[in-house]
Nanobody, 114 residues
């Protein structure tokens, strides 16, 4: 199974991007889906998690600017990022957790210029 992440790119500060991540096949039943990111020289950090059933959990700094959504039936997860800042520059990774294992995408680069 592969998770294909897309939607990254180069934007100006203040602009928006929407990341998408879709599994190559159904991973039902899905327990949770998430986005994490890793900035240069830093550890990977959780951005947001989407729980099966429709609830979202955000790491503190991202609540209000970022919105995660998921489609369990499509085994897909999305991240809408608004008011981007230069410090949001990172590689963004998606992950899907079933009840038996985690799957990770290859990452998509987001670069925000100030």
């Amino acid at each position: 199974v592969q998770l294909q992440a897309s939607g990254g790119g180069l934007v100006q500060a203040g602009e928006s991007l929407k990341l998408s991540c879709v599994a190559s096949r159904s991973l039902l039943p899905v327990a949770a889906m998430a986005w994490s990111r890793q900035a240069p020289g830093k550890q990977r950090e959780l951005v947001a998690r989407w729980l099966s059933g429709g609830s979202a959990i955000y790491a503190g700094p991202f609540k209000g600017r970022f919105t995660i959504s998921g489609d369990d039936a499509k085994s897909a997860v999305y991240l809408q990022m608004n008011s981007l800042k230069s410090e949001d520059t990172a590689v963004y990774y998606c992950s899907i957790n079933t009840h038996s294992r985690d799957y990770w995408g290859q990452g998509t680069q987001v670069t925000v210029s100030s």
